[in-house]
């Protein structure tokens, strides 16, 4: 096996965002751009003699020319073994369950998420360690410094390996392997696990409907083994389960707005199915939805802490929980009840990691869709819809009973994030400069009917490793516990994707059953007032509304 090494020029721009690097594909199809970024990677690592990479990504275009590269760069920069899912394919979730299960030294996990497919659409690329986790910001600070300054990288000259077919490929006598798995099995034996399977397989076979949508990303195989193949759902209570490398034309995000075929079917009026979930391009986000009811991801994460002990894997509790930043705070008021603690992170899940194998929390979550637990370390689509199910089939309850007891009991955090999207990064500055502009002024301010008690940027010092984060969002903090977060997106790839987070308490059951928009009414108007964003922008309206 011989090793070529090849000279290259540095790129300035790979600084990996919230989750890895995130760039179009025409980007990343500059010569030695990936490979570049791959050599960062490696060169950033201590690689042990043995060492075993995992490796696979969301199935996205360029995924399998990816992995045929990273393949032969593990070989020549050391790696004895590479785990490889079968098509070049694992979600995000089983990745992190396959770096745990098999002891990987670590794992490169290729995909853009919830961002746009297609040779026209975005590619991404990450490094997870060997707790499953993404690599934190020591790793990626790191990786970025060794991207400016490289000047070659090295790579194995062997033939293209054949990723479809399970088994293994030796090469050079043994000294490199390639195992190609089917990780479908693993995960689905890691869920059954976790959950109560024959209660869910019960609510299955009682008449409850479920309609799950892989909104044509990763999840379909893993879907149709769980749900279909273990728990005995319909064939057709899936939709879009056949994964294609552009997603179907559309955006893998599971949302109101592009999670739209589901939504109709589940906001049918009586005919609606009970229960309706979606995940995205890589598997481990969730939307959960009821019979003509939506499931804020922060309310969800409220609920599955309040309820865990109704699932197998938590009977004995949990031991804290962790939310986001920007993600409400419904899930406090549940940590508080139960007396265990609550950590507020800057979001990305890579904050989540420390706490976690620390022991110092069990679940965790972020309003943008993500929700797990310490089974991984990653977040988890399938096992969020998977606990709901367990929940359900508990409690004999629908989805908005369940939501309407919590209120009742813990008081409503009402939420909502709007997102405004692509907007030239120039435009997109001068809106938090300004905001930043009036730190000193706005304390104490009256805007309607709140007054602002503080304000400042958020920052987060990692209590198990002592790190600190700065500059995480700013956070505009109302006395009566109100709040408005305004934050850039760091996993967008064309101009600014300016991100405000609305969130008011409502401790009243009268006005439970409100609309969000509607009940938030006066604090987007603040808001919009605190950033002048459509005087700065040209915007008028929100891209995305959560
Ligand atoms: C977004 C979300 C964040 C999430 C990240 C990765 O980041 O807000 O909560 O962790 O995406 O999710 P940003 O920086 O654009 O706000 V995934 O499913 O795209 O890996
Ligand atoms: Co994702």
């Keep these: 096996m011989q090793t070529i090494t090849t000279k290259t020029q540095a790129f300035t721009d790979q600084k990996p965002g919230t989750s890895g690097l995130r760039k179009k594909v025409k980007v990343f199809q500059q010569p030695g751009y990936l490979e570049n970024f791959v050599q960062s990677i490696f060169d950033t690592l201590d690689v042990p003699s043995g060492a075993t990479l995992a490796l696979g990504g969301d199935g996205r275009y360029y995924n399998r020319h990816a992995i045929q590269t990273i393949i032969k760069m593990a070989a020549a920069n050391g790696f004895a073994r590479v785990v490889v899912g079968q098509a070049g394919i694992l979600s995000t979730p089983a990745s992190s369950h396959i770096i745990r299960k098999y002891q990987t030294f670590g794992g490169v996990v290729l995909s853009a998420s919830h961002n746009q497919g297609g040779m026209n659409g975005d590619f991404g690329i990450k490094y997870n360690i060997s707790n499953g986790g993404p690599a934190p910001e020591k790793i990626t600070d790191t990786i970025f410094e060794k991207s400016k300054i490289i000047t070659e990288y090295k790579i194995a000259d062997i ?52 309609q799950f949508d892989a909104m044509h990303a990763v999840t379909g195989p893993y879907a149709q083994e769980i749900f279909v193949n273990r728990l005995g759902a319909s064939a057709n209570s899936l939709m879009n389960c056949v994964p294609s490398e552009d997603f179907g034309g559309g955006h893998p995000d599971p949302n109101l707005t592009y999670a739209e075929d589901l939504v109709k079917l ?29 499931v ?29 930043m920007p993600t409400s705070g419904a899930a406090d008021r549940v940590a508080a009840k139960l007396n265990i603690p609550c950590y ?59 939501l309407m007891a919590h209120w009742a009991e813990f008081g409503r955090n009402v939420y909502s994030r709007h997102d405004y999207e692509a907007i030239p990064t120039e435009a997109a500055n001068s809106v938090i400069a300004h905001i930043k502009g009036q730190f000193s002024s706005l304390p104490n301010q009256k ?39 305004f934050r850039l997106s760091g996993t967008g790839t064309e101009g600014a994707t300016i991100r405000i987070y609305l969130e008011a308490y409502d401790p009243d059951t009268k ?19 605190i950033s002048q964003l459509v005087e700065k922008t040209g915007r008028v309206a929100p891209t995305v509304i959560t």
């Design 159 to 210: 033939p293209e390996v054949d990723v479809d077919a399970l088994g293994e490929i030796v090469f050079d006598g043994g000294k490199f392997t390639v195992e190609v798995i089917d990780a479908v099995q693993d995960y689905a034996d890691l869920m059954q696990e976790l959950f109560d399977f024959s209660a869910i397989k019960k609510l299955l076979a009682s008449g409850f409907k479920m």
């Design 266 to 294: 589940l906001f049918a009026g009586e005919k609606s199915p009970d229960f309706g979930a979606a995940s995205d391009g890589d598997g481990d986000r969730n939307m959960i939805l009821g019979k003509n009811f939506f």
């Design 296 to 324: 804020t991801p922060s309310d969800s994460l409220a609920v599955l802490a309040a309820n865990a002990t109704l699932v197998p894997a938590y009977k004995n509790g949990i031991a804290g929980v962790a939310r986001s």
């Design 344 to 402: 507020e992170t800057p979001t990305g899940w890579k904050f989540f990691g420390n706490l976690m194998d620390a022991g110092k929390v069990t679940l965790c979550g972020e309003e943008s869709f993500g929700t797990s637990s310490s089974h991984v370390r990653e977040k988890d689509g399938l096992w969020a819809v998977l606990f709901w199910l367990n929940i359900i089939a508990a409690k004999q309850m629908s989805v908005e009973a369940i």
């Design 447 to 485: 805007l309607g009917s709140y007054t602002v008690k503080t304000c400042d940027d958020f920052s987060y010092h990692d209590s198990i490793d002592g790190s600190i984060s700065n500059n995480q969002g700013i956070r505009i903090l109302f006395t009566d516990g109100s709040r408005i977060v």
């Design 511 to 529: 006005n439970h059953h409100l609309d969000a928009q509607v009940a938030l009414a006066e604090m987007i108007k603040i808001a919009l007032q």
